[in-house]
């Protein structure tokens, strides 16, 4: 196998159930030039150094032309990119302001009183598997249950989710890198656009009804709210708020979807939680460690030439960093690839690190730490129906589409 073809076969849906030798593979040598141009960092301190380091950017506009081409990143040219995509001090501004009504040092109890909430959405999903023996994880409780979470602390209405699911999957999409000829690739990209434009138009109503009659929600506060950093602009509202409604639609499903599934993978694991609750803090970093739902992040540029592990990365260039390979690397994790659920160095990639690491995390690992505890607390007998299971198209929010489990009853 030649390392160039290796990001084609990353992407090749025949190897998302495990991707994982392919990453050992890769991490022979830390930086390779995939045949499309794509730079791929692959061990764990060259991704580290790489997201601290200032001579990375997040913003597709510092891509060249044809490196934006060949990954199918290119600007949109109809609405501005969100604070994901942005460098300080832009960057820096909006998350300040979007973090104002969501977390410390403005709000810093606002997740945590979330966990009696998120504990009755959790029980009632549960409570809903009562008369069956069998369920989808996925379609009747990985992603119903943070999307509930998502809809109540934006203030989007839960009733809109048809409308809006869609649209969310749309994008998720247009974060997995280019596949086909560049006309299809355009076409895609084109999807992705339309898609971000209407799910625009949708939360750019919510945020006016809230600005007029506000509520206790993170559109009101966002809509409302004044700081030392002013407030956001109206258009910024929109990109801030589909930013923070997708992130909360198409990774915490993948966390509890591939903890489960691991989970059942390791029956004594699991006999242990149900022994000893604390065990799901560890457990949850182990899984964002091991089977981690951001695989890798396709969205970094150096604004200067920039050496990386002996390899001369151009400035322009476009730049994957492989987070689920850095989290196996051998080098920094002792058995990396075994699933330790009470692993103490753990420092993974999982919510990336650096001035963009994940601003939901907090959040992430509560509802998957109920979520697990729950179903392995309350459903009997568990087992896995399919192993593997089929997974979702999209190599970078890697998870399964369904996930089909049995039991034979239900604890209160
Ligand atoms: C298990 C679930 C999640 C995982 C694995 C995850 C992972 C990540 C990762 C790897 C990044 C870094 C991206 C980069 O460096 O370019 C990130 C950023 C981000 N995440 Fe999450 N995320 C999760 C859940 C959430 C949730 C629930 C929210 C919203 C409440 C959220 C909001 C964000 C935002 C806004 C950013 C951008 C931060 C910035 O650019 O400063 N995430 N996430």
Redesign the pocket.
Known sequence: MTSVALLRQITDYANRADPYPLYAELRKTPVVQDETGVYLVSTYWEIRHL?HDPRVS?DVRNLSPEAAGAVGQAEDPNLPP?????DPPE?DRL?RL?MRP?GPPHTPRRVYEMRGELGEIVSGLIDGFRDRGQIDLVDDFSYPF?VTV?CR?LGVPREDESRFHGWADTIAGGLDPGHGTEEEREAKQQEVRQARADLAVYLAGLIDERRRSPRDDMLSALATGHGPDGQMSPVDMVITST??LI??HE??V??ITNGMLTLLRNPDVLQRLREDPDLVVPMVEEL?RFE???QF?P??TPLSDIEVAGTIIPKGAPLFLM?ASGSRDPQRFLDADRFIPDRTDNQH????S????????P??RL??QIALTELTRRLDNLRLVEDPPPYRQNAVLRGPRHLAVAFDGLKQ
């Open positions: 997201l997040s969100s604070f994901l995509r942005l960057h998350r979007a969501f943070p998502i602390l930013l923070l992130a909360g990774t915490t993948n966390l964002l981690p739902p951001v992040i969205h970094r987070l990639l999982g919510f990336g650096g001035l963009h690491n994940c601003f939901g995390a959040l992430a509802e998957a």
